[in-house]
């Protein structure tokens, strides 16, 4: 990103964020809301700014606002662009919009949008909204929207636009320059038309640079490429991401089994995924689904669940582990000092092997031919590392409770912990990837309980061996 998209970027925020302040200072000083539910007051000025705004901006001001403010907030915002505003939102903030709305309201909003646009809704709508925008539909794009329900969340097929210009072989260049200013507009993220015989069966593309520079009496057959990249809509969309990060696409065909062309992939709903995968990720981690920030105390709670639950599980197995001990450290007080420093240094190492393993596996770097090695790399890095940083740990231990042994112990215990925190981060996102879980989720909690169990079982075992 040069300077320019810089600033351009930081003034769209700071818009935003000046435009949540006004219409902040507005809703109040208009008391938008009596406690007789009489009318709404008119509020112009409100109007005016959401009527000047961009639906993604509105979005992004909408999922700033409590709950009350946002719904009064949304019905200003001005019907053409409800569509827009909510394939932008996050689920659980369009949930509360859609919550919001009437039959007729929702109909009219779908129905401004594309075939690939209502796919990405239709999971949010109520049955009948859907079946009553499907009617409304012309058959070509009935069938469109079926072709994008039919695929699978995070497949290529469920991404793909059917907005596309499409041109024939021997056709001359001029005659295709004609064709397109006969168009209202291109196709967002056109760099390339695709060519395609009377079956529509792809026989490559004609870039919008060769278009423009070659003489016009020029066959298309002469200067399109042949050797593109195309994608099957079954295929997973993180390898189209992949893809278009490694062969520096803008946008690519998508073909069925026939070589026929159905759809394409740009640019900008590879971002849209990878924004939303990495979203998904985050929040994945610690055992959360996506949130509403102003949703009730007892729904987000409840959102919450899951995750202490299983957290509460594991802390219970590492505390009857600590509790089979107890004798001993009774006699060693300083063992209940230093188990929680073994525990937290191959935690964080094992964190360092999950990264390193999911980045890899993300970018399809490891394969079984290279699995092991790479196995028996982490496992040497932990036994240097477990060596340096455990000797250091069991020199302050000596000099802090003047027992050498105890030092010993301490050495031990780190060295044989952070194998394991390196086993458990490389085999873990391995084993859930192959049983089709994501690896990045899950990961860290197995680690965490792995590295914490073990941890307190070595030291306080090794401790009670030579100690006690």
Same mark, same amino acid.
């Given at each position: ?113 594309? @075939?690939?646009? %209502?796919? !990405? =809704?239709?999971?949010?709508? +109520? $049955?009948?909204?859907?079946? /009553? &925008?499907? *009617? ?68 490559? @593309?004609?870039? %919008?640079? !060769? =278009?423009?520079?070659?003489? +016009? $009496?020029?066959?298309?057959? /002469? &200067?399109? *490429? ?243």
């Amino acid at each position: 990103m040069n300077d320019i998209d810089v600033k351009n970027t930081r003034r769209r925020v700071d818009t935003v964020q000046q435009c949540l302040e006004d219409i902040k200072v507005i809703l109040e000083s208009h008391q938008y809301i009596e406690l007789d539910n009489r009318k709404e007051q008119s509020l112009t000025e409100l109007q005016e700014r959401l009527d000047s705004m961009h639906p993604a901006d509105i979005a992004a001001l909408l999922e700033q606002l409590p709950l009350d403010e946002r719904l009064v907030v949304w019905k200003f915002i001005p019907s053409d662009v409800d569509g827009d505003v909510l394939l932008e939102v996050s689920d659980a903030v369009r949930e509360t919009l859609i919550a919001d709305m009437d039959t007729q309201e929702l109909i009219a909003a779908t129905e401004q949008l594309d @075939a690939d646009e %209502i796919a !990405d =809704l239709a999971p949010d709508l +109520p $049955e009948e909204v859907i079946a /009553d &925008v499907f *009617s409304s539909l012309s058959e070509e794009e009935r069938l469109q929207l079926k072709a994008a329900l039919s695929y699978p969340e995070d497949t290529v097929g469920a991404l793909m636009d059917f907005e596309m210009v499409t041109v024939r072989e021997d056709v001359a260049l001029d005659v295709v320059l004609r064709y397109l200013r006969r168009l209202e507009r291109l196709p967002p993220n056109t760099d390339k038309l695709f060519v395609v015989d009377r079956r529509e069966v792809l026989k490559g @593309a004609l870039s %919008i640079s !060769d =278009l423009i520079v070659a003489a +016009p $009496e020029t066959k298309v057959c /002469d &200067v399109m *490429s042949t050797d593109i990249v195309t994608f099957n809509p079954g295929r997973d969309a993180e390898g189209a991401a992949h893809a278009f990060e490694r062969y520096d696409l803008v946008s690519a065909p998508v073909v069925d089994a026939h070589s026929r062309i159905v759809g394409r992939m740009t640019i900008t709903d590879i971002v849209d995924y990878i924004r939303e995968d990495a979203e998904q990720e985050s929040l994945g981690k610690v055992g959360l689904r996506d949130e509403d920030l102003f949703s009730s105390v007892w729904k987000s709670a409840k959102n919450r669940w899951l995750w202490l639950a299983v957290n509460l599980g594991t802390a219970f197995f590492a505390s009857r582990v600590i509790g089979l001990f107890e004798d001993s450290i009774e006699k060693l007080v300083a063992l209940a000092a230093l188990m929680p420093i073994v525990a937290a240094i191959a935690g964080n190492s094992g964190n360092q092997t999950v990264a390193l393993i999911v980045r890899a596996l993300a970018f399809e770097e490891i394969n079984k031919s290279n699995a092991k090695g790479l196995l028996r790399k982490e496992l040497s890095i932990a036994l240097v590392n477990g060596i340096l940083w455990g000797s250091v740990a069991g020199i302050f231990a000596w000099l802090l409770y003047g027992n050498i042994a105890l030092g010993f112990v301490m050495l031990g215990a780190m060295l044989l912990n952070l194998i394991v925190g390196a086993g458990v981060g490389m085999l873990v996102p391995l084993f859930l990837q192959k049983i089709g879980r994501d690896p990045a989720i899950g990961s860290s909690v197995l680690l965490t309980f792995s590295t914490d169990s073990m941890g307190f079982l070595i030291f306080l075992g090794l401790a009670t061996v030579f100690l006690v």
